[in-house]
């Protein structure tokens, strides 16, 4: 499952009105004969000038068209096109792209993996940041904590209210990811998802944005996300035991099939440039997942 950084472990799986149309004025008398004033009616007043003699029979109604339709316009905000209906398909490989060669004009959707500490969010933001293609960075966490008044911290305990918003934050990201992507722009979005949770993890990405999702885990060792958790402050930092566990969990993901990167002795462009190759041999090559 998705887990955002800063928060307490999961529990694992367990098994089990306007004008009537047509209507037309007809001719009107501009009065009519009054009350009886004696034995001798009163005679009706000489017809309106231009209508000689008895007034005109009442005109047939007009008949009225139907109204023309617009021009078929595309689902689109202002100029922006809403993102499909279906899922994003795998990239094509480009002609000239080639293992280890940055993918540069493919727009790409990519989920970053790894536990707290791991440097999810500063490698995404900087492989972002030096694209030569439009791009951007959804982080799940960043998404979650939109909400303010009702905000449901794990910390205070993993129960259904912080479940949910979970869930919402990654469909949220997911409608932003295809709605990047449909309009040209590749995103990457990190997450920290547990191999022993397929349904509310990978599953869930899967199901938001689609099979062109290309997952990566990044996956230092236990001692260096020590080190940076300790460095974090706030709900996002954790005990050291948790991130330890968090850790333990993650290592599931080795004989996954997903490509695991170890930047344990890499800094963040280092990780980013090897960030590159990984995903050019996952378009060549897509993973199983």
Known sequence: MQHAVGSPLPPPHQPGHGPVAGWSPAAHHPGHPGPHQGPAPVPPPPPAQ??????PAMAPPTPQRAPTPPPSVP???????????????????????????????????????????????????????????????????DVREWVRSGFADPQSGW????????????????FAARNFLANGISCILDDAVFPDRPVVGLGGWKRHVGPGLLPVVLLPGLEIVLERNAERAGNRRLTD???????GRMAGWYGSGLPIIDNSQMDVAQTAAVLNDVLARSIASPPNW
């Not at 231009?50 to 007034?55: E, R």
């Not at 035991?241 to 850790?247: N, T």
Request: charged residues 15%.
């Open 50 to 55: 231009g209508f000689p003699g008895a007034p």
């Open 241 to 247: 035991e948790e991130v330890a566990r968090i850790h």
């Open 75 to 141: 689902d689109t905000t202002g100029h922006v096109p809403l993102p499909p209906g279906g899922p994003v398909a795998m990239p094509s490989v480009p002609p000239t792209a080639t293992a280890g060669a940055d993918p540069a004009s493919t727009t790409l959707a990519v989920l970053l993996i790894g536990p707290a500490g791991a440097g999810k969010t500063s490698v995404a933001k900087y492989w972002a940041d030096h694209r030569r293609v439009p791009t951007a960075h959804i982080s799940l966490d």
């Open 159 to 174: 129960n259904d209210h912080s479940e949910a918003q979970y869930r919402l934050a990654r469909r949220t990201c997911g």
